[in-house]
Structures are given as C-alpha cells and as structure tokens.
C-alpha cells in the first residue's frame, strides 16, 4: 500500500505515522531522512543537495525529486511505503506520479490531517523536541515526566526558534497556500482521506486505519 500523509505543521502526522507504519509493516518515508540519507551515503544527488543546503538554500526540485526517487526504488519498499513531507507543491505531485508510474505504482490513498489554526498555534508554540534523540513533547499535552529532560533518554529538552506564534502563523499560511491545491489534485483522482486530526490521537489512528483499509463512513 503506497501512503501519502498530509496535514498543517503541528496536526500530528509524525505520531500517526509511527502508528500506521506500524499496522501496515511499510517504511515511513520522511524528505528530511531521505535527504540525510542521501548526504550521508555521498550519493551525486546527495553531494548536489548539501551544496545547497550548506549555503542555507532550498534544493532544487529536480535534485528533491531524484532523491524521493532514490529512496522509492530501494527494496523496503517494494510492499509499499508511507511518505510524508513530499509533494509540497503541485509540480512535485505530478514529478511523483509520474516517477512512480514508471515503477508502475501510483499513490494508493493521501491521509489529510485537519486542525483548526488555534489549536495548531497552541501544539506548536508549545512543542519541546529532545536535542539527543529528537522525540517531541509538548508542556501542555505531552509532557515530559521532568520537565526539560527527554523520557526516553535523558536528553536536554528545547524549544525550536521558529515555534514563536509569530513564525508559526507564517509557515501555517504558506502552508495551506501551496498545499490547497494539492487538495483538489488528490480529491480529483479519489484517494483523498480527510481525518479529523482534533480527536484523541487513538481515535485518529483509528480513522486513519479505517479510511486505509476502506471502511471508513
């Protein structure tokens, strides 16, 4: 099954994600860690990526999309995948069809997180990621059993400098401005899943699993 995850910065896509992996037995495919990966191995796209992100730039579509590309074809995810964070715009979700098309594959269902912006504002200006392990907890809905110290490992806890409402509230609106279309992308080809992402995160999963599986009302 070949997963698409959506949804705002702050709707919970990370945690969902851990879940449904988990469920479906598919690699969770994140740009960020196909990026790192990339890097890491000296791969020429990945040489080509850290050229730009060094100098604090925006890579390129075309060396993002080889990158996805890359990471698509590898052997774990031959029984399917679960990408989150890719397409950002409507020029990557056609460069994905049509990469996936000639794997002869095609996105299966795109999950689509919604939360009001208030609540948003609130997970987000909230959030503590741990500086060892990169687990996330929130002070008012996650949070940690010691304040400032990871549960799971004993890292420094900190607050990210872009969580300030004022950044928040910007990459919230340019969010939904290139994402929208997205949204109607998705919806016109019958795969998209709309999940109430304000529910308690068990009846989230649940309606995630339910619209995967195709049982959802």
Do not use: W
């Not at 919970?12 to 196909?34: L, Y």
């Not at 279309?181 to 899943?193: A, F, N």
């Amino acid at each position: 099954m070949n997963i698409l995850f959506m949804g705002p910065p702050g709707a919970g896509k990370g945690t969902q994600a851990e879940r449904i992996v988990d469920t479906f037995k598919v690699p969770h495919i994140s740009t960020g860690d196909a990026f790192r990966l990339a890097m890491k191995q000296g791969t020429p796209l990945g040489v080509k990526a850290k050229e730009f992100v060094d100098q604090g730039l925006l890579v390129p579509d075309e060396i993002t999309n080889g990158i996805v590309r890359d990471r698509l074809a590898q052997e774990d995810c031959n029984g399917g995948f679960l990408l989150d964070g890719f397409p950002r715009t409507l020029q990557q979700a056609e460069a994905l069809d049509g990469m996936l098309a000639e794997m002869g594959r095609s996105i299966d269902h795109v999950v689509n997180l919604k939360v009001d912006r208030g609540l948003l504002l609130a997970r987000l200006t909230g959030r503590r990621i741990c500086k060892s392990c990169g687990s996330t907890y929130h002070v008012m809905f996650n949070p940690p059993k010691q304040e400032g110290v990871c549960d799971k490992c004993g890292g420094e806890l900190y607050q990210r400098s872009d969580d300030t409402e004022a950044k928040v509230g910007t990459r919230l609106d340019e969010y939904i401005s290139k994402t929208a279309p997205l949204l109607e992308y998705y919806s016109s080809k019958g795969v998209l899943c709309e999940v109430d992402g304000e529910k308690e995160i068990d009846e989230v999963t649940t309606d995630i699993v339910s619209c995967l599986r195709g049982t959802a009302e």
